[in-house]
């Protein structure tokens, strides 16, 4: 691994969102209210895993009896399966810190949120998606399957305890591999060696590098704003979209396959952004018809839409190899 992936890696492993959790006012059953907890959320990790954290601290403040533990934001009650920096990117469009949420201990909304049995169904979650990565890129997921028990077990309490070198020793065994960014690229085409291999490149001068396993969040928003602070807070998760589809990422020689060419393939109703910004003539008299994607952040990154898609595949990916990307349009007027 290149020096520069080990320090992105670490930076997404490293990252983290300051948390101040509030326990709901009607589970006080102490006088008076304990004050909120403060605790350091794993961009990477999900909030059941921080039960064990917050669940001592307001031991003694809870009434008897408890229902599945669940947390909201403002109200909003928030998916637990979604990692928690994806949950903060796309909720909080001007960056709320510390994230004020509320923890609930009895009546779970199973009208928004699915079934979660604290860590086993966090577990389930990371595997299944892992599986799911696996069989997009390498067109099966037996790598994954054919890990041993404890193999399997090391590498989710790499993942659950943040421990990056644990998890760096499992990676060949995944055997997913990375794609060449465009960077190393044009340093490799300039080698006599790249010149006389070429066995990627197809008689139409196309390169497919790769299927990336792509999430994407769509917020979507009706009021116009020009700054983040004065986006609507969100009160239902009509207002997100989610896509689960691999970006194909086919390369073209003389071309670069950009993160706004990945987000077009996967949002074509949005394609009209790059006019829009071009100033050409066509696209100004459309811009009251179409929406407009306003900003997108992966790993807590505004993102330059230009950037090579290939550089934050190998850079920002998250320990399941999903690219997680949240995505903040205005919606199209009609």
């Keep these: 691994m290149a020096a520069n992936e080990e320090e992105a890696m670490k930076y997404v492993w490293e990252g983290a969102i300051p948390l101040q959790i509030h326990l709901h006012k009607s589970e006080v059953a102490s006088h008076p209210a304990p004050p909120p907890a403060l605790v350091l959320a794993p961009r990477i990790g999900y909030l059941p895993l921080l039960v064990h954290l917050i669940k001592p601290y307001f031991k003694d403040s809870l009434p008897p009896g408890e229902d599945s533990i669940w947390f909201d934001y403002k109200g909003f009650p ?3 399966y979604i990692p928690t920096g994806v949950l903060f990117d796309l909720i909080c469009a001007e960056p709320e810190r510390p994230w004020n949420l509320t923890i609930h201990f009895r009546g779970y909304p199973s009208n928004v949120l699915i079934p979660c049995e604290g860590e086993d169904s966090v577990k389930w979650n990371f595997v299944n998606s892992l599986k799911e990565a696996a ?11 054919n890990m041993s028990q404890s193999d399997q077990e090391d590498l989710w309490t790499s993942v659950m305890n943040g421990d990056l070198d644990a998890y760096t020793r499992l990676l060949p065994k995944l055997k997913m591999g990375n794609i060449e960014d465009e960077f190393s690229r044009k340093e490799s085409l300039s080698s006599p060696t790249s010149r ?3 066995t990627e490149i197809d008689v139409a001068g196309q390169v497919k590098t790769a ?3 792509v999430r994407l969040y769509v917020r979507s928003v009706d009021k116009n704003f020009e700054n ?8 239902t998760w009509d207002d997100i979209s989610y896509l689960n589809r691999p970006v194909e990422f086919l390369r073209e020689e003389g071309k670069c396959f950009t993160l706004r060419d990945a987000i077009e ?6 394609s009209g952004d790059r006019a829009q910004t071009s100033g050409e003539e066509e696209a100004v008299g459309s811009q009251e018809t179409r929406g407009e994607i306003k900003m997108v952040r992966i790993q807590g990154i505004e993102m330059k839409l230009e950037i090579p898609f290939s550089w934050v595949v190998n850079n920002l990916m998250n320990p399941e190899f999903y690219l997680h990307i949240s995505v903040l349009v205005k919606a199209a007027q009609r």
């Excluded at 997009?136 to 037996?142: E, L, Y």
């Excluded at 983040?228 to 009160?235: G, K, Q, T």
């Design 78 to 80: 928030l998916k637990w």
């Design 135 to 145: 069989y997009i890129i390498n067109g099966n997921c037996k790598n994954v399957m």
């Design 196 to 198: 006389q291999g070429g």
């Design 211 to 213: 299927r990336i396993p």
């Design 228 to 235: 983040l602070e004065d986006v609507p807070e969100i009160d």
């Design 265 to 270: 393939s996967l949002l074509p109703e949005y």
